[in-house]
C-alpha cells in the first residue's frame, strides 16, 4: 500500500518535503484546507517561519483540525518550524504565538542563534542505518526538556537534543528535506504505513 | 550515540537553505519597532529594516545609504522573526557592518544610491545570505555568480505600480524557458549572451528553474499583486511602501499574507481584498525620469 502523506502547504519548504517523501514510498500532497487535511495518512509540518504558519493556519480555519488529528493519532513529522508547532511548550515564542501541540516536550525558538550562526553538521540518529545525517540547522530551535514518554533519538556535540520521537509524533531541530538524503523520510512513511 | 563534529556556518546549503524557508511568505519593509511588531502580527515571515521606504527615498531625494546601527537593533529586539537590511550596489563596507549587527539577510540593493557602478559585492565569503535584484535571466545568473543565495525581481520600488515587476518576472520565466529548449551547444552562446557563468547557464536549462529562490518585489500594493505575481512564478513576495504608506497597514498586511498563500484562489482573495481602506498613491512609472528609475541600477 502507498499511503498518502500531506505536507501543510501554508508557507515554507513545502515543495522539498514533498519531493522527500514521494523518494521515501508515499503519496505526498499539499494541504491546505481541512477536507485535504481528513484525505492523509500521514501529515508533514514543514521547515519555514512558525509565527506564519500558526497563524495563517488559524484564520483558514486550520488549527483545531490539526489539534484534533494529532489527538486521535494521525502521524506527523516537523522539522524545524514543525517541531516548534508540535511543542506543546515554547520559549522564546513571539507574544501570543500558538502551537498545534502534541508532542510533550519544550522547544526553544531560534535556540541555536540568528541566521550568521546558522550551520551544517553531522548527526548520529539513533535507529537509522548507514552513518549519520547532513543536519543543516537554520536559526534552529532545540528541545529543551521532554515528557516521560519522548525518546531522543539525536543530540549535537554540545548535547542539545535535536530530533525525538514521542509514539507516531516526530520531530528535528534540522532539515533532511534540504539534502539528498531521504532516510527520515522514508523512516515516517514507514510510521504512517504501520498506523494505517 | 557517537558526537558529532563542531558544525560549518555560511555554507551554500545555510544560505540558500534560508530562503527556502521563506517560501510562500511575505517579507515587509518597516522603518520603526512599531511597524515590525505589526508586521510580525500580521504574519510576514520577515521584515526588511530600513529607514526610508522608498516612496520616501523617491519624495525626499538625496543620497540613500545604510540605516543607523541603532535603529536596525532596536528591530532585532522587537521581533522573534528574521530581519534583514539593505546595503548599497557594491558597499562591501556597509555589509560587513550588517553582517556584525547580526542581520539574517543581506538585500544588496538598487533602492539605496549605488556605492560602485562597476562591481556589486564579492558575496560568497560572507557568513550572512544574500539577495539581490534582477530585471533578467543574465542579471540574476550575474548576482548568484557573486554568491547571492536568493533573487528578487527588481520591479519599481515606491510606486505602488506593479508593472515593472510584473515585466521582470516574465523576462525571468521566459529566459529560464527558452534555456530549456537549447541543446549543449546553443547552451554556450546562450551564456555569451546572457553574460552569465556557463555551468549557472546548464543548470537552469537543467532544472528549469532557478538554483536559488526567486521572489518578486517593487510595486505591489495590494493582495491581487502579490498573487498575480506569485501565478507568475514567484515563490514569495517582498512588500515596500505598499503597507505603511496604505490607510489601514496591519489589516493590508494581512491580507497580503494571506493572498500569497492562497494565490490561486480568487474566492479567498476576493473575501481578503475587501474593507482594506486606502492603497498607497501610486506613481505612473512613464512619467519618471531616466534617472529616478530604480532598476536601471545595478549591472
Given amino acids: 500500500m502507498t499511503p498518502v502523506v500531506g505536507v501543510l502547504a501554508l508557507q515554507g519548504d513545502v515543495r522539498e518535503h514533498l519531493a522527500a517523501l514521494q523518494a521515501g514510498g508515499a503519496r505526498a500532497v499539499p494541504v491546505r484546507r481541512a477536507e485535504e487535511l481528513a484525505a492523509v495518512d500521514g501529515l508533514v509540518l514543514p521547515g519555514g517561519e512558525s509565527t506564519t504558519i500558526a497563524k495563517l493556519a488559524d484564520r483558514f480555519g486550520l488549527l483545531d483540525p490539526l489539534r484534533d488529528a494529532v489527538r486521535s493519532g494521525l502521524p506527523v513529522y516537523g522539522s524545524c518550524a514543525g517541531m516548534v508547532l508540535l511543542a506543546d511548550r515554547l520559549l522564546d515564542a513571539a507574544a501570543g504565538q500558538r502551537t498545534v501541540g502534541g508532542l510533550d516536550v519544550t522547544v526553544r525558538r531560534n535556540a541555536f542563534g540568528r541566521q550568521v550562526d546558522s550551520f551544517e553538521t553531522e548527526v548520529p540518529v539513533d535507529g537509522l542505518a548507514g552513518g549519520p545525517v547532513r543536519g543543516v540547522f537554520i536559526r534552529a530551535p532545540w528541545v529543551e526538556e521532554c515528557g516521560a514518554d519522548v525518546q531522543v533519538l539525536a543530540r549535537t556535540a554540545d548535547g542539545r537534543a535535536v530530533a525525538v520521537r514521542q509514539g507516531r509524533l516526530l520531530a528535528t531541530s534540522f532539515h533532511p528535506e534540504l539534502t539528498g538524503d531521504r532516510r527520515l523520510h522514508a523512516a515516517f512513511v514507514d510510521v504512517v504505513r504501520q498506523a494505517a | 550515540m557517537s558526537t558529532p563534529p563542531t558544525g560549518t556556518a555560511g555554507t551554500q546549503l545555510v544560505k540558500r537553505g534560508m530562503a527556502e524557508q521563506l517560501k510562500g511568505g511575505v517579507i515587509m519593509d518597516v522603518v520603526t519597532p512599531e511597524q515590525a511588531r505589526i508586521a510580525e502580527d500580521a504574519g510576514a515571515v520577515a521584515v526588511m529594516a530600513l529607514e526610508r521606504v522608498p516612496a520616501d527615498i523617491r519624495a525626499q531625494g538625496g543620497i540613500a545609504r545604510m540605516s543607523d546601527p541603532d535603529m536596525i537593533e532596536g528591530i532585532i529586539s522587537a521581533v522573534s522573526i528574521p530581519v534583514m537590511a539593505k546595503a548599497r550596489i557594491g558597499h562591501f563596507v556597509e555589509a560587513q557592518v550588517l553582517q556584525a549587527l547580526g542581520v539574517d539577510y543581506i538585500d544588496e540593493s538598487e533602492v539605496l544610491t549605488p556605492a560602485d557602478e562597476a562591481h556589486h559585492i564579492a558575496k560568497a565569503e560572507f557568513t550572512v545570505p544574500f539577495v539581490c535584484g534582477a530585471t533578467d535571466l543574465g542579471e540574476a545568473l550575474r548576482r548568484i555568480a557573486e554568491g547571492a543565495a536568493m533573487i528578487r525581481s527588481k520591479g519599481e520600488a515606491g510606486t505602488g505600480n506593479v508593472v515593472e515587476a510584473t515585466r521582470h518576472m516574465r523576462a525571468i520565466r521566459a529566459g529560464i524557458k527558452r534555456l530549456g529548449t ?48 506569485m501565478q507568475l512564478g514567484a515563490e514569495g513576495v517582498f512588500v515596500g511602501s505598499g503597507i505603511f504608506k496604505s490607510g489601514d497597514p496591519a489589516q493590508r498586511a494581512a491580507a497580503i499574507v494571506q493572498a500569497t498563500t492562497f494565490a490561486d484562489d480568487p474566492d479567498v482573495i476576493a473575501k481578503v481584498s475587501r474593507g482594506l481602506g486606502e492603497p498607497m498613491v501610486g506613481i505612473d512609472v512613464s512619467t519618471l525620469p531616466a534617472g529616478e528609475r530604480y532598476a536601471t541600477r545595478g549591472w
Avoid: Q, S, Y
Fill in chain 2, 182 to 229: 537549447l541543446d549543449e551547444t546553443e547552451l554556450f552562446v546562450a551564456a555569451k549572451e546572457l553574460r552569465a557563468p556557463h555551468d549557472l547557464v546548464v543548470e537552469v536549462a537543467r532544472l528549469g528553474k532557478l538554483p536559488v529562490v526567486l521572489f518578486t518585489a517593487g510595486g505591489i500594493a495590494t493582495p491581487a499583486d502579490a498573487a498575480m505575481m
